[in-house]
């Protein structure tokens, strides 16, 4: 059962421009979890926010969980070309399971 | 840091085959996972396990068996491969069994191709 939806689906931007992505989600959370996937490669966890968090950061991330919508967005500033890869956001529940959604496509070019 | 390894990077085998993924974590972590990543679908979960010798069905867990026997090592069976099966296969470790408040930490991936 999917939980997490990511938008959009991908994104191209220019070395040192901001992106943001967005995730809503359909039932309560205790966390979410942003991941980013390199090209072929496995995931790396980034951030995690809990859900009685507003807002949490990261060097160049800045995460925001709003519950009532059901959402987060994940910000990254000053973007460099090594930025390019997949990112993530991870639902957990009150089970034992992350749910993953699939994915924004981030494309940064120099 | 922690660090997940798998057998293979890339895989290739026929139908009909039995298939073995291997999977390694080195910093004591009670639960393992088993995910196939396919285009459009995102992570969707096979088995995990929260003990040596304990297994829990995913979401997808038809066509694929696991085993615990070690706390470090969470290997994947495919009996029979077919081509359905044919994706990228990641493992991941996360620390406590409350694993809800825990990252998982994954492996770079086995892309497996059965023809």
């Known amino acids: 059962s999917q939980q997490g939806e990511e938008d959009p689906q991908a994104l191209s931007i220019q070395e040192g421009e901001n992106a943001t992505m967005n995730c809503s989600y359909k039932?309560?959370?205790?966390?979410l979890q942003w991941y980013r996937q390199n090209s072929g490669r496995g995931l790396v966890h980034l951030i995690l926010?809990?859900?009685?968090?507003r807002e949490k950061h990261s060097g160049r991330l800045r995460v925001t969980l709003d519950t009532s919508k059901k959402s987060s967005s994940l910000l990254i500033t000053a973007s460099r070309a090594a930025d390019t890869a997949s990112y993530f956001c991870a639902t957990a529940g009150y089970t034992d399971k992350l749910i993953f959604g699939t994915g924004t496509r981030l494309q940064v070019f120099p | 840091d922690v660090k997940v390894t798998q057998s293979s990077r890339y895989l290739v085998k026929r139908t009909g085959e039995k298939v073995f993924l291997e999977c390694v974590q080195d910093m004591d972590h009670e639960n393992m996972f088993w995910y196939r990543q396919d285009p459009g679908l995102g992570l969707r979960l096979i088995y995990f396990s929260y003990d040596v010798k304990m297994k829990e069905k995913g979401d997808i867990p038809e066509g694929y068996s696991v085993s615990r026997e070690k706390k470090e090592r969470f290997s994947l069976i495919l009996e029979s491969a077919s081509t359905n099966q044919t994706s990228m296969y990641l493992c991941a470790s996360s620390r406590t069994w409350d694993s809800h408040t825990d990252t998982q930490y994954f492996g770079p991936g086995t892309r497996l191709t059965v023809l």
């Open positions: 039932t309560s959370i205790n966390n």
């Open positions: 926010i809990r859900s009685n968090e």
